[in-house]
């Protein structure tokens, strides 16, 4: 397996432009979580899924962010309008049925909102 | 609130010394706690502890979970540069929602191994 992906893997994108962020877990995994990491605030919960159906998104920091998982291979994370201030690394992770604490994190996608 | 709480933030040391991570949580409806190495990308799994006494070993990292006190350590023996990176403490613990569980980080300690 090729483990869980994320695209694109930088992102460099001027103030007020909208940015979307994708995830691929891993096959067999039913959660899906997205993290953002900064210096400032660590590693955040922004919300996680479990099979496809949003299980707690009270991490999302405001209304300009919105995650979807349409099927059980894909999620999408967006960020509309982006601000400068959202500048992070964006991980995304999955986990084995009834196995959420033990997640496997893709490479994550450095965000740079100018 | 649930909150997960490491110590020390950041740690430096020399090469083949011992060190010993702190991980305090108040969590309701705790599940599990976790230990996650990051190094320069994305963390990864190390241990998995659900069981008060009970001590996980991996070669020289070694973790050991409280459930009375509420506590983990991780420690690492005849540390060397490559282990070098940022521990992160994790807490699995179960939602509202039947079948559905969160993950709550610790804010990571940064270990630096100088040779």
């Known amino acids: 397996d090729a483990g869980v992906i994320q695209s694109p893997r930088h992102e460099v994108t001027e103030m007020g432009q909208e940015v979307t962020l994708r995830c691929k877990p891993i096959?067999?995994?039913?959660?899906l979580f997205w993290y953002r990491q900064t210096m400032m605030r660590g590693l955040e919960l922004l919300i996680y899924?479990?099979?496809?159906?949003?299980?707690?998104d009270s991490g999302m920091p405001e209304d300009r962010f919105s995650a979807k998982m349409p099927n059980a291979s894909f999620s999408t994370l967006k960020i509309q309008p982006s601000e400068p201030r959202d500048s992070a690394v964006y991980f995304c992770?999955?986990?084995?049925?009834?196995?959420?604490?033990?997640?496997?994190f893709g490479p994550g996608t450095r965000l740079t909102v100018l | 609130e649930d909150k997960v709480v490491q110590s020390p933030l950041s740690l430096v040391v020399h090469e083949g010394d011992t060190v010993t991570l702190n991980c305090s949580y108040e969590?309701?409806?705790?599940?599990?706690l976790l230990w996650y190495k990051q190094e320069k990308k994305a963390p990864t799994f190390l241990f998995m502890l659900?069981?008060?006494?009970i001590e996980k070993k991996s070669g020289r990292l070694s973790s050991i979970l409280d459930k009375k006190e509420l506590f983990s350590i991780l420690n690492i023996t005849a540390t060397q540069t490559g282990d070098s990176a940022i521990y992160l403490c994790?807490?699995?613990?179960?939602?509202?929602?039947?079948?559905?569980?969160?993950?709550?980080f610790g804010q990571g300690t940064r270990l630096t191994i100088n040779p």
């Open positions: 992770a999955s986990s084995f049925p009834g196995r959420a604490g033990e997640q496997f």
């Open positions: 096959s067999g995994h039913d959660y």
């Open positions: 899924f479990n099979n496809n159906v949003p299980i707690d």
């Open positions: 969590v309701t409806n705790f599940r599990s």
């Open positions: 659900t069981s008060s006494g």
């Open positions: 994790a807490v699995e613990a179960d939602t509202l929602i039947q079948g559905a569980q969160k993950l709550v």
